[in-house]
């Protein structure tokens, strides 16, 4: 199974192209099998979060287009123009595709380094690819222990210190206008996962209740519930905005929410005090015009950026750490990976000739008559041993061919075609 | 040691502690930083063992020149950096005022120390306190300018999204600017009062006709008051808050010290 990935993420491309080719998790069922139709792969999963778009194929054997087949597929599904988008993309193939992404699950290519909101991420990524069929052998085995292989280095190297996230930086920047957060009011709109964990980073910070703004008011009041705060409606977001001292947008949304006239009629009735907005949303849920208002501090997850470059000369340490294995175990998946298909041709192989064997055997057996059984034990044992000894060599060979990687596909081709194995 | 050495090298303390100062803003390094604090609080005590011999050289409290009035405006400002800093940990306060405690510093070296035998400057407590006060008045706006100064370059690095390291050792930005306002208001209670008893001493000692009214470093002392008044009103009108206040802030500093400076060369009653 050849393994390809084509992507862009928050180092290679703004916000503002991000945001434009975005998945949708409700239609993502929809878009991989647009992908898989378009590339042909047997199975594919697309990884869509804050910072990256990323769309993982595995196919039988590799083809020279395919990743250009996933670019011009991903340009196409969201309307992009084609040569918008294809400069900003990065491909990689097989042990680099395999390294790529378990560097992404463990966080050491996230914009927070080793951040660990981006395995949950992965993992409901691969869950939806997976409940929707859209996931096979290669992909099961692949993403399962990427995520095995995030734990691990979380568990056991220094990268999970600090436990830092991307609401947590948030929050740091947010103390660079005010002088005490504890003081001030915040507003979360957007009752998901980003907005809880947000809710969390700023929970020993603020003192005030919280306002949770969300499009349900049941998860408003639900999350309102456990943080001790007010649930409200979109329709009361001008309210919660004229409240709230800081602001974080992680809404769901390919609209602005929060737009200049709601901004600044918030303002008005904050009599212009300052505001903090944090935008973690993508596509973006605040209109960039706010940011020109006097008192008001938008920030989006780009700009958590400056601080992610900080963490990432502190973190230099534990990603010389974290490397080494992750290269190592993205060898080992390969291998695995080719193993476990070798292993099913040589059943295969294995199961053909004794097959014949047993045949033979047989037909033998039933011309020699009635044999003592001691005797016919002894023959069916010698069969068995010829057929081992005959299939040991070319076992070991395909074994071989498969840890070598270039010739493998080609070998077991041969080998099949040539017992006629099914 | 003269008043002069002492000067001097109070001066080449400030300039270093100064250098120090900056490259603990580029490096974001605490060593520079501790370095420019002490070499601040070294060049402190030289000022204060300056003004000591000074006013044993003259008999009377050290205030009777430009020369002194420039030193203790520097050790003031000093001083109140420092001492902000060390309670309210505000580094970029100290590194923020010892270039204007250094101006000032270089302003007194220009003009020298005077020799000529000087009038006891106060001749009544009333006008003691009314010098006193007008000085800590100007203290009170240099420190408010600072903190303007920081609330301005860290709300442009904020809105330009530009690297956090800059702001590393910068207070917040409300605290900036709160602290900018108080030091406005403080300013204006503190000068109200030099005016109030400056007003009550002329009027116990001139005479009408000697025109100390029309005295320009008194007219340009009340215009400050006056700008600075207005600062300290506008700042509660919502469209007034943030930026505008900060930028009057600094500019009325700036204005009233090239101001008052000038007009203390024409003023017939104040000789500094």
Known sequence: MELSIVGLNHRVAPV?????????????????????????????????????????????????????????????????????????????????????????????????????????????????????????????????????????????????????????????????????????????????????????????????????????????????????????????????????????????????????????????????????????????????????????????????????????????????????????????????????????????????????????????????????????????????????????????????????????????????????IR | MSAIWLLHTAIAGLVVATGFGFLAVRRQSGGPLQGARLLAGVAALLLIALLVRRGITINTPPLVSRFDTHVLVALLLIAAALGLDLLRSMPILTIGALPLALSSLILAAAMGEPQDPTAPFATTPVAGVHAVLILLAYVAFAVAFVTALLFLIEQRQLKAHAGQSALGMMPSLETSYRMTLRFVVAGVILLTGGILSGYLYARGNFSRSSGWRTDPKIIVTTAVWAAFLIVAILSSFPSFKGRRTAVASALCFVLSMAVSWIASFWSGFHRY
């Open chain 1, 16 to 420: 503002e192209v991000r945001e434009r080719l975005a998945f949708d998790d409700t239609r993502l069922s929809e878009a991989l099998d647009g992908v898989r139709k378009a590339t042909g792969a047997a199975e594919a999963v697309i990884l869509s979060t804050c910072n990256r778009v990323e769309i993982y194929v595995a196919r039988p054997e590799a083809t020279e287009n395919e990743i250009t087949l996933a670019a011009r597929w991903l340009a196409g599904h969201h309307g992009v123009p084609e040569p918008l988008v294809t400069p900003a993309l990065y491909r990689h193939a097989g042990f680099d595709a395999v390294r790529h992404l378990y560097r992404v699950t463990a966080g050491l290519d996230a914009m927070i380094v080793g951040e660990t909101q981006i395995i949950a991420q992965v993992k409901r990524a691969y869950q939806a690819a997976h409940d929707a069929g859209h996931t096979g052998r290669a992909f099961n085995l692949v993403f399962q222990r990427a995520l095995a292989v995030a734990k691990k280095l979380h568990a056991t190297t220094g990268i999970g210190r600090g436990q830092v996230s991307v609401p947590g930086v948030a929050a740091r920047l947010a103390e660079k206008v005010f002088q005490d957060l504890a003081r001030k009011r915040v507003a979360i709109v957007g009752a998901g996962e980003i907005g809880e964990l947000t809710l969390e980073a700023f929970r020993h910070r603020s003192g005030i209740p919280p306002v949770i703004v969300s499009r349900t008011m049941e998860h408003a009041e639900r999350l309102a519930a456990r943080y001790g705060g007010r649930g409200s409606s979109l329709s009361g977001l001008a309210e919660a905005l004229a409240e709230a001292d800081v602001v974080i947008s992680c809404l769901s949304s390919h609209e602005f929410q929060l737009t200049l006239d709601l901004v600044q009629t918030a303002m008005k009735a904050r009599r212009n005090e300052p505001m903090v907005i944090l935008d973690l949303a993508v596509p973006r849920n605040v209109h960039p015009e706010v940011d020109l208002l006097e008192n008001v501090y938008l920030f989006n997850v780009d700009d958590i950026e400056s601080i992610a470059a900080r963490n990432l000369v502190e973190r230099e340490k534990d990603l010389a750490q974290c490397l080494p294995i992750v290269d190592s175990e993205a060898q080992q998946t390969l291998l695995d990976l080719g193993e476990g298909e070798v292993g099913g041709l040589v059943g295969r192989l294995r199961d053909t000739l004794h097959s014949v064997a047993d045949e033979e055997l047989k037909r033998t057996l039933e011309r020699l008559g009635d044999l003592p059984p001691a005797q016919r034990e002894e023959i069916e044992r010698m069969v068995r041993r010829v057929v081992n000894k005959l299939i040991h060599n070319p076992t070991l060979a395909i074994k071989e061919a498969a840890r070598e990687g270039k010739e493998a596909q080609a070998f077991l081709e041969a080998v099949t075609k040539l017992f006629g």
